[in-house]
């Protein structure tokens, strides 16, 4: 039923309503734009296959009214925490103030949560949901959803633009005096070896 009304809206509407995205585009899944959802939300996040805004569950139908565009992808994180072993706890008592040696803090710790995604194309304004990975999608379409799962986000691509040109996370400026200091020439030349 969700796959025959997804097939009719994107007859009715085009392929205007889902685009791949481009280098530039950027992409919001990890939190809403309006609120502090995120797919580990009780109700996930939306992200918009057209704009590519990431909305909580609040939102997204204000964002429908707004821009009618009927696709979206549910992005649903759930953590897990793993059992732990007693017999790992004992093992792992610390007795030496040392890293990474038996007795000392492990540098391995192990994971503590396992992460489950459950990720689904929604349709508005129904609600109509179309659990992914699906073969009966259009192949433009699982390109598309392919290409917003994979791409960087937006936080992390600002992230990474805001760390260029700097060294050890802190941004060095060039002093006013440092720009006409003049260097002199002593004729020694000393080799690092």
Request: with cysteine; glycine share 6%.
């Amino acid at each position: 039923m969700a796959l025959d009304l997804f097939m009719n809206r994107l007859r009715e509407s085009g392929t205007q309503q889902i685009r791949t995205p481009l280098s530039g585009d950027k992409i919001y899944k990890d939190e809403c734009i309006f609120s502090f959802d995120s797919p580990e939300s009780e109700t996930g996040l939306y992200v918009c296959m057209n704009t590519f805004l990431g909305l909580g569950r609040k939102h997204v139908e204000r964002h429908y009214r707004k821009t009618r565009n009927n696709f979206y992808l549910h992005l649903r994180r759930i953590k897990k925490e793993l059992p732990v072993e007693k017999k790992e706890e004992e093992e792992n008592k610390v007795t030496k103030m040392a890293i990474g040696v038996a007795g000392g803090f492990s540098v391995d710790c192990g994971k503590k949560y396992e992460y489950e995604e459950i990720n689904s194309l929604v349709i508005l304004p129904e609600f109509a949901s179309i659990p992914l990975p699906n073969s009966d999608l259009p192949q433009m379409v699982k390109i598309s959803i392919a290409a917003v799962l994979s791409a960087d986000s937006a936080a992390r691509l600002e992230e990474a633009a805001a760390m260029s040109g700097t060294w050890d996370g802190e941004k060095r400026a060039i002093s006013r005096h440092a720009e006409n200091l003049l260097q002199l020439d002593t004729g020694d030349r000393k080799s690092v070896v």
